[in-house]
């Protein structure tokens, strides 16, 4: 068990199992902030963050490794370690969830690991093939997600927004 798995059991005792969470975090990957989730119920929620991605892990690769595998709610990829953005990041996402108005946003559907190593960026079409999300960590057995733009999800909630 790594250690946010650790952390995150350590947290789930402490949250009861109807309350929503907001899950933050950072990484190592050059990555713009992003959110995710594991329920299509939450892609709303994570429309009112303004952020422009969302990746929806509809076969959830790594179960069981975050809070929203536990709990309803989205996870946030604020940006990277000891970045200066990070706190203005949260900040503007904070205000944006308080005003709860929703956000036009591209979604993504997450449909296998990438298993080889590669010159991949966050949310770049790689050779027409898929569009990745790297993790940016060596906590996983592999080196990021392979992911589609779901435009059914994107027509159904970005509809009358």
């Given at each position: 068990m790594n250690y946010e798995q650790k952390r995150a059991k350590?947290?789930?005792s402490d949250i009861p199992s109807n309350k929503?969470?907001?899950d933050f975090h950072t990484t190592t990957a050059k990555s713009p902030p992003f959110a995710i989730?594991?329920?299509p119920d939450m892609i709303p929620l994570a429309q009112?963050?303004?952020l422009r991605h969302i990746v929806y892990m509809k076969h959830n690769i790594k179960a069981g490794h975050s809070l929203i595998d536990h709990r309803h709610g989205i996870s946030i990829e604020t940006g990277q370690h000891r970045s200066p953005k990070v706190f203005n990041n949260i900040v503007k996402i904070i205000d944006n969830l308080s005003n709860k108005k929703r956000f036009s946003t591209n979604i993504y559907t997450v449909f296998e690991v990438i298993s080889k190593p590669g010159n991949y960026k966050n949310f770049k079409n790689y050779q027409n093939k898929f569009i990745p999300i790297l993790s940016g960590e060596n906590a996983y057995d592999h080196f990021g997600l392979k992911a589609k733009l779901d435009t059914n999800?994107?027509?159904k909630f970005n509809h009358n927004l």
């Open positions: 350590e947290i789930l929503i969470i907001i989730v594991v329920d009112t963050t303004g999800l994107m027509l």
